[in-house]
């Protein structure tokens, strides 16, 4: 361990460590360069060891501040100075920005279209290394009932049944739907399976009376309304 050059005994990083803290809590995020960000939140799971070099160490490794945050916990933990206690904090940290981005279901939010819910759904799987297929079920109010998960597969598919689509979306009840799979490759655009999967679920739905309100396309940066045909703008 290196302790201060000064001869005070205590471990060098304590006093840089105790700085970040004070410019964070004084001027906020944009006062703390990437790497800090991460080492600041690292501190707080490993207190007895020099998170800087740790941060650096994960920016390098998986290539931008969003692509450490998004990294499955296994592959955190490969890192060298990352253990169970640190590659939790930064998955509690990810949950808890999902979390917080999340369209509440109660009387306060009404869901008018799928700007609504974009910033959302680009959080939860827009980042993630394999396809996924997430339902949103609404109720006739605009107000979310109910999120799924309906298939995760590999880097470029997630097998997807409109009767297991259907049949969720009635066992709750809902009166629409918001359809979303996010693509690893980064990719907006729609491929032709992803229209037909759309046209498909669109007739399939109208027959029992569930409107389906739109299909997103989502990455990390950004999200695409096959609807719309056009990418939706951040907000």
């Known amino acids: 361990m290196t302790v201060n050059p000064g ?5 060098h990083y304590l ?20 790497h800090e960000l991460i080492e600041l939140l690292l501190a707080y ?47 509690l940290f990810r ?17 008018t279209g799928p700007e609504d819910v974009a910033d959302y759904v680009r959080a939860e799987i827009g ?14 109010a605009g107000r979310i009932i109910h999120t799924r998960t309906m298939a995760e597969g590999t880097v470029d598919a997630a097998h997807v049944y409109p009767r ?27 491929s032709e399976q992803d229209l037909r999967l759309t046209r498909s679920l669109t007739e399939i739905c109208s027959q029992v009376g569930i409107s389906l309100h739109d299909h997103l396309i989502v990455t990390r940066s950004g999200a695409y309304s096959i609807r719309l045909q056009a990418a939706l703008p951040r907000r």
């Open 7 to 11: 001869g005070s005994g205590k471990p």
């Open 15 to 34: 006093g840089h460590r105790l700085r970040l803290k004070e410019r964070f809590r004084k001027s906020g995020r944009k006062a703390l360069a990437d």
């Open 45 to 91: 799971a490993v207190p007895r060891k020099d998170t800087k070099p740790i941060a650096k160490r994960l920016l390098e490794r998986f290539g931008s501040f969003q692509a450490a945050l998004d990294a499955p916990q296994e592959s955190l933990e490969e890192t060298n100075g990352i253990g169970d206690h640190a590659s939790t904090l930064v998955s």
């Open 95 to 111: 949950a808890c920005m999902n979390r917080y981005l999340e369209p509440s279901g109660d009387n306060r939010t009404v869901i």
């Open 127 to 140: 980042g993630s290394a394999r396809e996924q297929f997430l339902l949103i079920c609404l109720n006739a």
């Open 164 to 190: 297991e689509v259907l049949k969720a979306a009635m066992n709750c009840n809902a009166t629409a739907l918001i359809l979303v799979h996010n693509h690893p490759s980064g990719t907006l655009a729609a």
